[in-house]
């Protein structure tokens, strides 16, 4: 084996290990929600951001939105939705940011640490988003999430064995 191969290999075992642990990252919040008791709130919604790389690109779990209620700063509520209910939430919070009067809303979500919680239901005046779908929808997409994580490591490992391996 040629040694831009071994490079080439070594530098697809590299790129791997480095997308897999970027997407188990990025979904650790999710993971750790998973043996949490639900939290009701209730309130405004004062703020909300959007994952500014994957903001409409309809990944699951990467694509999510970051909202905080009646001016709280310090609690962080994580939203991932699928691409159908994301659509009616960035309906919802348009149209508040035109009226400039947030209807208030019921907050269903799992504490993740001090200060973040994973959505898992949503209510309001205008309508609902219904919590056993947001929950299964979320654990589906750690499913398919763990097994795309767990091919990338096994990807890397066999490209990291072709890489060091001795030609005869």
């Not at 084996?1 to 480095?18: E, G, K, T």
């Not at 640490?113 to 654990?139: H, K, M, P, Y």
Request: proline letters at 3%; hydrophobic letters at 50%.
């Amino acid at each position: 084996m040629s040694r831009s191969i071994r490079i080439l290999f070594l530098s697809l075992s590299v790129f791997c290990c480095f997308i897999s642990s970027y997407l188990f990252v990025q979904t650790l919040p999710f993971y750790k929600s998973l043996n949490g008791n639900e939290d009701l709130f209730y309130g405004k919604i004062s703020s909300v951001s959007l994952v500014r790389g994957w903001s409409g690109s309809g990944i699951p779990l990467l694509d999510k939105a970051f909202f905080s209620l009646n001016g709280d700063r310090n609690a962080v509520f994580i939203l991932a939705l699928p691409q159908s209910e994301d659509l009616v939430l960035k309906e919802w919070i348009s149209f508040w940011a035109e009226s400039e009067m947030p209807a208030p809303i019921e907050v269903r979500a799992i504490r993740i640490s001090d200060s973040e919680w994973i959505v898992t239901g949503i209510a309001g005046n205008d309508g609902a988003l219904a919590s056993e779908e947001i929950r299964a929808f979320q654990l589906r997409a750690l499913l398919w999430e763990a097994c795309l994580e767990i091919g990338l490591l096994f990807l890397a490992f066999w490209a990291l064995r072709r890489s060091l391996r001795r030609s005869k």
